[in-house]
């Protein structure tokens, strides 16, 4: 640190802040003999720094009695310890497969767009009627939906996916309340 003591303020004029850095650095003897002398000038001189002086003594003094409390040495492996023990969530992405997402959102999707176009491939669109909608709801025959084979096929494989779901739901809490118990 090599500061030039022959511009040091002599009193009120200097800034506030630097008077306070150099009382700390002298209370805490951190100060080399040069601006410990200056400084001693300046308290015995000026009641700016005597006043300031004897503030940051009982400020020194009230931090060295008040005794802080240090945790002990082993505080941080006590902590992890603790927290090995819980059982922690793995990120989402580490069991949520996006490709299975991306493919049910598709065949949803194309469930959804091949009804859609059945249904308009039923509509007559050649008839006029007195009806606001060109639909006559009466005429549409579901049994040629409900009777194909697919169509029923597909309902069998759901209902079997259903089962499954249901099944591992109900294991889960089974293993849930043993875990509780």
């Given amino acids: 640190m090599n500061t030039n003591y022959t511009n040091i303020p002599s009193g009120d ?3 506030n802040g630097d008077m306070e850095e150099r009382l700390w650095n002298y209370i805490d003897g951190s100060c ?3 601006e410990k002398s200056v400084i001693d000038k300046l308290l015995e001189n000026k009641a700016a720094w ?4 004897h503030e940051l003594l009982e400020i020194n003094e009230m931090l060295q009695s008040s005794g802080l409390e240090e945790p002990s040495l082993r505080f941080t492996k006590n902590v992890m310890e603790e927290i090995a023990k819980l059982h922690i969530a793995p990120a989402t992405k580490t069991y949520i497969n996006k ?7 598709i065949f949803f999707i194309t469930l959804i767009i091949g009804f859609m176009i059945y249904g308009f491939g039923q509509i ?3 008839a006029t009627s007195d009806s ?4 006559d709801f009466s005429k549409v025959d579901y049994s040629k939906i409900f009777n194909n084979t697919y169509v029923n096929a597909f309902m069998m494989i759901n209902v079997v996916l259903g089962l499954f779901l249901l ?3 109900f294991a889960n809490k089974r293993k849930k309340f043993r875990e509780d118990t």
Avoid: F, H, Q
């Fill in 132 to 135: 606001k909608l060109p639909v």
């Fill in 32 to 34: 080399d003999a040069g």
């Fill in 13 to 15: 004029e200097g800034l």
């Fill in 50 to 53: 005597k006043l300031k002086y």
């Fill in 167 to 169: 099944d591992r739901y």
């Fill in 124 to 126: 007559d669109w050649t």
């Fill in 99 to 105: 490709k299975i997402i991306w493919g049910i959102a």
